[in-house]
């Protein structure tokens, strides 16, 4: 999941809409983020690969619209609305994440499990 | 005025131009056959010894002046074992030791010394003889000195000054050793003031003496210069003896052969017989003492090696040539001993521990005992009320009331650490009476017995008159390369001294802007959207 410079990055998918939640003046998406390239890579609990730099999920609001939408806890955010977050500070992340205008936010994320299904999937049946 | 009496003819300038090369011949001559006899193969001993030579200063026999043939040390014949005239190696020790007894070592001082002498003389009355001569010999012919003349006089008093001090300093030092050769720069340098002071004396009395020549102002200015260029020949002394050897140039590593203590030593660009000394001088501050009853374990271990084999000649006598059966019997004892089960190292194991704790024992008793003995006594302070006379003690008297309390535990710490034979009873006492008299502390006092300290610490018959031999392949007069080998054997032990070059060093530079530093820190922050 961690990138090679000058090579593209390849990884399977899953496209996420939340709706923003309005508490007060604020619009809420219920998760927590950690990562981005100006923090220390080998902290991150769930990366697989300790030099990944990329957004990820550490922590997701009971009942909120991230638990809504079915995000999980260690999905690693690809791209917020057509922004990529692969390689970005973790406040420019933040930015994209909370413009005021959008009410929208769809991220592509990816985690373990789909890629682990893709394998799976493409083991059990042969290409024909 | 009549013309006085003609000069005494002097020899022509042909004939001492002559003397003068057949002198520098001569020099260049026996520097060469130096070098050629020390590099022949030696009596079939190997590398031939640079030991005391008295014969090697002065050539021996005087060639005939002039007509020296450059070639004539090439083609000396080498002794060498094989020679029909053999000398073997004990006869020529023997012939150079008889030398020795008749000639004496001081003959070769003496004569160096006084061939110093006459050169300063000469090198130093030159210039006032230059001055002086024309108002001896033609006063009335001689024009009248001018002003500028007497500044050069004062000119040529402060010169010499400055040179018979320079002189002083450099050259007039005690002499701190005696090598086996001479020492070539000093050779070289005596050389060429000889012939450059000679060469002014020539052109002197040829152009001047000899044509009376009356214009004082240039015989001044003559004068003058040749101080001038005394004082830059000094100055090439001071670069040539010691400036050059300052910048290292070779590390060198001396290994004492009966323990192997090795130390290294950084050395500049010397000839082997200067290095050797330098070497010599550093081994008696750096390296502890030699000490031959801790080297008697090892000996015996040796001894028993071998002693456990006995090798029994089966075929009978005769029947093998000599070497072979050496050969044969030795090959056997090597594969008889590989094969015995030797269980002498673990007896050196358990032998050395229990040495080991043996001796911090004593060390423990005595540091104890030490320590009360120095409670007993206290310096009496002047404001104190006045003692009776037999109380009040000098540090000697101080010394000798407390020594008897420390003497047992010390006397047996020193049998254990096999260090009794370098402190008698005197020296320690008088350690004692120092240590006292200095303010030390029992650690302080103690310290010279804990750890053998370097040679010259203890008494003087340890290293008085100690004489140490200088054994090398290249002669001693070459500068060390990168690789000489060379061993300074004394009676006890030797000193094996390997020299390597230090390499040639790159390198480049790298500019940091000081701005350049900058920090962030390494988070994981989180935060919640």
């Given at each position: ?128 | ?5 003609p000069c005494p003819r002097r020899p022509a300038v042909k004939a001492v131009w002559t003397r003068i090369c057949s002198y520098g011949g001569l020099f260049y001559c026996c520097w060469c056959l130096k070098r050629k006899t020390s590099k022949r193969g030696g009596g079939g001993a190997g590398a031939p010894e640079a030991t005391v030579e008295p ?475």
């Open positions: 999941m961690s990138f090679v410079p000058g090579k593209p990055v390849t990884a399977v998918v899953q496209k996420i809409e939340i709706q923003k939640l309005r508490q007060g003046d604020n619009l809420i998406l219920g998760f927590s983020i950690g990562g981005g390239i100006d923090q220390d890579p080998g902290q991150n609990p769930f990366s697989e690969d300790k030099s990944d730099k990329g957004i990820y999920v550490t922590r997701i609001t009971p009942g909120g619209p991230a638990e809504v939408a079915d995000l999980r806890v260690g999905d690693k955010i690809m791209q917020v609305n057509g922004w990529d977050m692969t390689v970005v500070t973790h406040d420019q992340a933040r930015k994209k994440l909370t413009k005021k205008k959008e009410e929208v936010v769809r991220l592509l994320i990816t985690r373990k499990s789909l890629e682990e299904a893709v394998k799976h999937s493409k083991g059990c049946h042969p290409r024909q | 005025r009549e013309t006085r009496a014969g090697s200063f002065l050539p021996s026999g005087s060639p005939a002046a002039g007509s020296q043939d450059d070639n004539w040390g090439e083609t000396t014949t080498a002794v060498t074992g094989t020679s029909e005239h053999s000398l073997s190696q004990e006869d020529i020790v023997r012939i150079t030791k008889d030398l020795e007894d008749s000639v004496g070592l001081d003959c070769r001082r003496y004569v160096t010394r006084t061939i110093a002498v006459i050169l300063g003389l000469l090198v130093f009355l030159t210039p006032l003889a230059f001055l002086v001569l024309p108002h001896i010999l033609w006063p009335e012919k001689l024009q009248s000195c001018g002003t500028a003349c007497e500044g050069l006089y004062i000119s040529v008093a402060f010169k010499l000054l400055i040179l018979l001090l320079a002189v002083w300093a450099l050259f007039f030092r005690p002499a701190r050793a005696g090598l086996p050769r001479v020492f070539v720069f000093r050779v070289l340098l005596a050389v060429l003031v000889f012939l450059f002071v000679v060469s002014y004396w020539l052109f002197y009395s040829v152009r001047i003496l000899d044509s009376q020549d009356d214009n004082y102002q240039g015989i001044v200015q003559y004068a003058v210069s040749l101080v001038d260029a005394l004082l830059f020949i000094h100055y090439l002394a001071v670069v040539l003896l010691e400036l050059r050897q300052l910048q290292p140039c070779f590390s060198v590593c001396v290994t004492r052969s009966s323990d192997g203590e090795t130390r290294h030593y950084n050395l500049g660009q010397l000839s082997i017989q200067r290095a050797a000394l330098a070497i010599i001088e550093h081994y008696y501050c750096d390296f502890p003492i030699h000490n031959p009853a801790l080297l008697s374990a090892s000996k015996s271990r040796a001894a028993k090696h071998l002693a456990g084999l006995k090798v029994y000649n089966v075929d009978g006598p005769g029947n093998n040539a000599a070497a072979g059966m050496a050969q044969s019997q030795s090959r056997a004892m090597i594969a008889a001993a590989a094969r015995r089960r030797d269980t002498s190292h673990n007896e050196l194991y358990y032998e050395e521990a229990e040495h080991e704790r043996r001796v911090r024992k004593r060390r423990a008793r005595l540091v104890v005992a030490v320590e009360e003995a120095f409670t007993h006594i206290k310096r009496m302070q002047e404001e104190e009320p006045k003692k009776a006379p037999g109380d009040v003690m000098d540090p000697r008297e101080a010394a000798q009331a407390i020594f008897p309390s420390m003497a047992r535990a010390l006397q047996k710490y020193l049998r254990t650490t096999k260090q009794q034979h370098c402190h008698s009873m005197e020296s320690i006492q008088q350690h004692l009476a120092f240590c006292i008299t200095n303010n030390m502390t029992p650690k302080a006092f103690l310290e010279s017995y804990l750890t053998p300290g370097p040679t010259l610490q203890y008494g003087k018959d340890h290293w008085l008159g100690r004489r140490w031999t200088l054994i090398s392949e290249a002669s001693v007069t070459n500068g060390l390369k990168d690789g000489s080998v060379f061993v300074l054997k004394c009676v006890d032990f030797s000193l094996v001294v390997t020299a390597k070059k230090i390499p040639y060093i790159q390198m480049s530079e790298e500019y940091i802007d000081p701005k350049s530093h900058k920090f962030v820190l390494r988070l994981q922050s989180e935060t919640s959207v």
